[in-house]
């Protein structure tokens, strides 16, 4: 390993899939010179602990018994796979054990705290990481040094909103240059996803957020390149799940990807490209198990600037309209309803008006905190509208191409809008439609937008 590289690679969920995936990954890490590596928990084991939690705070503890036994064996399993060596062996066993303890705990007490969940989803990256050690030392080259295992609660430091934690980058950056000292050969291996706060409480950063625990790290370390590994050959132009016809992108700006992720795009967690605006650090995208492929690299100057380089979709949408004749010619009205939104911590994601109404986009999750109705119904008659997609679509020049709303609306012809929201960004146009209705529309304008 070249002591001097500031590589980043972090792996998600289907590439740790099992012993096979992770000496892929591990070859590739290696092959790369990373001198950080990032890693999920095996996919599915998130869903499992979840799950976990969720039975045992019910009562149901034969199903969480079962729930135990199954992501014991898994990674027992994979240990034995990967053969590990007997220290990590009884750190997987010890990890194992606080899972059941902590299970046990959460069932007895019928209470599973946002705190108490952070600590069993923890488990997942902090179980996997230690497999992954053995993968990397297996493909570790004579002269790049050892893989040694850093639990990533010793450096990422966050706040304390358990479940999704935010980070404290001075502090973050303070504990890497502590723990990752610069003339070290070797490689660290960390977990994504999970945090500490300043009194040692584990903390998540929200689903998804191993892709954003890796560029916090990238950050604080000055990392030269970022690199996320999937399971697809890099950021394609639509979800290729959802249409085959999608392509991989060569190159996307910041922005763009920002506004990918943020409208739904899952292969990057919507705040990842923070840090690495931050300290302009190029982030290459690319498929683990074809790591030849061609990827995509993210960057903040790119050659070309197409219209619409890419759709993204944001599923499970509420539109919630507020109408109130106080609106009319009167002030101050929206700034009472978005301080609604700050004090529960909701955020709004597209927005219209009209003379005595308001309407906005939200995701169907911010109504499981029922105040939030409630605060709003106070200051305006509140109209709920649920099962909408939000579809957006990301390019350059948006708001300012003539006959592109046009362009768009015949391609979805007979599709109903409920609302368009145009003109904020020259990177984003986005517009909401009943769920059924959101793959058809965005395999619509895939061919009329970009496969031409
Ligand atoms: P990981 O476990 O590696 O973090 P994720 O499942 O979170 O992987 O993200 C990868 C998935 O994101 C892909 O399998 C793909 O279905 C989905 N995806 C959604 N939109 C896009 C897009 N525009 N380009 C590539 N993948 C996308
Ligand atoms: N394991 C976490 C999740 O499934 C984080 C991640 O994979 O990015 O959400
Ligand atoms: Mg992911």
């Given at each position: 390993?070249?002591?001097?590289?500031?590589?980043?690679?972090?792996?998600?969920?289907?590439?740790?899939?099992?012993?096979?995936?992770?000496?892929?990954?591990?070859?590739?890490?290696?092959?790369?010179?990373?001198?950080?590596?990032?890693?999920?928990?095996?996919?599915?084991?998130?869903?499992?602990?979840?799950?976990?939690?969720?039975?045992?705070?019910?009562?149901?503890?034969?199903?969480?018994?079962?729930?135990?036994?199954?992501?014991?064996?898994?990674?027992?399993?994979?240990?034995?796979?990967?053969?590990?060596?007997?220290?990590?062996r009884r750190r997987l066993a010890e990890l194992l054990d606080e899972m059941d303890s902590i299970a046990r705990g959460v069932y007895l007490l019928r209470d599973c705290s946002t705190k108490a969940l952070d600590t069993l989803m923890s488990l997942g990256e902090r179980?996997?990481?230690?497999?992954?050690?053995?993968?990397?030392?297996?493909?570790?080259?004579?002269?790049?040094?050892?893989?040694?295992?850093?639990?990533?609660?010793?450096?990422?430091?966050?706040?304390?909103?358990?479940?999704?934690?935010?980070?404290?980058?001075?502090?973050?950056?303070?504990?890497?240059?502590?723990?990752?000292?610069?003339?070290?050969?070797?490689?660290?291996?960390?977990?994504?996803?999970?945090?500490?706060?300043?009194?040692?409480?584990?903390?998540?950063?929200?689903?998804?957020?191993?892709?954003?625990?890796?560029?916090?790290?990238?950050?604080?370390?000055?990392?030269?390149?970022?690199?996320?590994?999937?399971?697809?050959?890099?950021?394609?132009?639509?979800?290729?799940?959802?249409?085959?016809?999608?392509?991989?992108?060569?190159?996307?700006?910041?922005?763009?990807?920002?506004?990918?992720?943020?409208?739904?795009?899952?292969?990057?967690?919507?705040?990842?490209?923070?840090?690495?605006?931050?300290?302009?650090?190029?982030?290459?995208?690319?498929?683990?198990?074809?790591?030849?492929?061609?990827?995509?690299?993210?960057?903040?100057?790119?050659?070309?600037?197409?219209?619409?380089?890419?759709?993204?979709?944001?599923?499970?949408?509420?539109?919630?309209?507020?109408?109130?004749?106080?609106?009319?010619?009167?002030?101050?009205?929206?700034?009472?309803?978005?301080?609604?939104?700050?004090?529960?911590?909701?955020?709004?994601?597209?927005?219209?008006?009209?003379?005595?109404?308001?309407?906005?986009?939200?995701?169907?999750?911010?109504?499981?905190?029922?105040?939030?109705?409630?605060?709003?119904?106070?200051?305006?008659?509140?109209?709920?509208?649920?099962?909408?997609?939000?579809?957006?679509?990301?390019?350059?020049?948006?708001?300012?191409?003539?006959?592109?709303?046009?362009?768009?609306?015949?391609?979805?012809?007979?599709?109903?809008?409920?609302?368009?929201?145009?003109?904020?960004?020259?990177?984003?146009?986005?517009?909401?439609?009943?769920?059924?209705?959101?793959?058809?529309?965005?395999?619509?304008?895939?061919?009329?937008?970009?496969?031409?």
């Open positions: 390993m070249n002591p001097a590289s500031r590589l980043v690679s972090k792996f998600g969920g289907t590439s740790m899939g099992d012993a096979a995936c992770m000496r892929r990954s591990a070859l590739v890490a290696a092959r790369r010179g990373s001198r950080l590596v990032v890693v999920s928990a095996t996919s599915g084991t998130t869903n499992d602990l979840i799950t976990l939690g969720q039975k045992a705070q019910s009562g149901h503890w034969e199903e969480s018994e079962n729930l135990l036994r199954r992501i014991r064996d898994r990674h027992l399993g994979l240990g034995d796979d990967l053969g590990v060596p007997p220290d990590d179980l996997s990481s230690v497999l992954f050690v053995t993968a990397m030392n297996e493909a570790l080259g004579p002269d790049q040094g050892r893989a040694s295992w850093l639990d990533a609660r010793e450096v990422l430091r966050t706040d304390d909103q358990f479940g999704r934690a935010r980070p404290l980058t001075e502090s973050i950056r303070r504990l890497c240059a502590e723990k990752i000292p610069a003339a070290d050969a070797g490689v660290f291996v960390t977990q994504g996803f999970i945090g500490s706060t300043e009194d040692g409480a584990t903390t998540t950063l929200g689903r998804g957020g191993s892709d954003y625990s890796a560029a916090l790290l990238a950050e604080a370390i000055d990392a030269d390149v970022l690199e996320i590994w999937t399971d697809v050959p890099g950021i394609a132009t639509t979800d290729p799940r959802l249409c085959p016809a999608a392509r991989s992108i060569a190159e996307i700006s910041f922005k763009e990807a920002s506004e990918l992720a943020t409208f739904g795009a899952k292969v990057l967690h919507p705040a990842t490209l923070l840090p690495a605006i931050r300290r302009d650090i190029p982030v290459f995208v690319g498929s683990s198990f074809d790591p030849q492929e061609r990827g995509t690299w993210v960057r903040r100057d790119v050659v070309d600037a197409p219209l619409v380089r890419a759709l993204a979709l944001r599923k499970k949408q509420v539109l919630v309209t507020l109408t109130t004749p106080e609106m009319l010619n009167a002030h101050g009205f929206l700034a009472k309803i978005f301080k609604v939104f700050d004090d529960n911590q909701v955020s709004v994601d597209a927005i219209t008006t009209s003379e005595i109404s308001v309407s906005l986009t939200l995701d169907e999750s911010a109504l499981l905190n029922r105040k939030l109705l409630q605060e709003l119904s106070r200051f305006a008659d509140v109209h709920v509208e649920d099962k909408l997609t939000l579809i957006a679509l990301i390019g350059n020049s948006i708001n300012h191409t003539a006959g592109l709303a046009k362009r768009v609306f015949d391609a979805i012809e007979g599709i109903n809008v409920r609302m368009i929201c145009l003109g904020a960004s020259k990177h984003n146009f986005c517009f909401l439609v009943d769920e059924g209705k959101a793959e058809e529309a965005v395999k619509r304008l895939h061919r009329s937008f970009i496969e031409v």
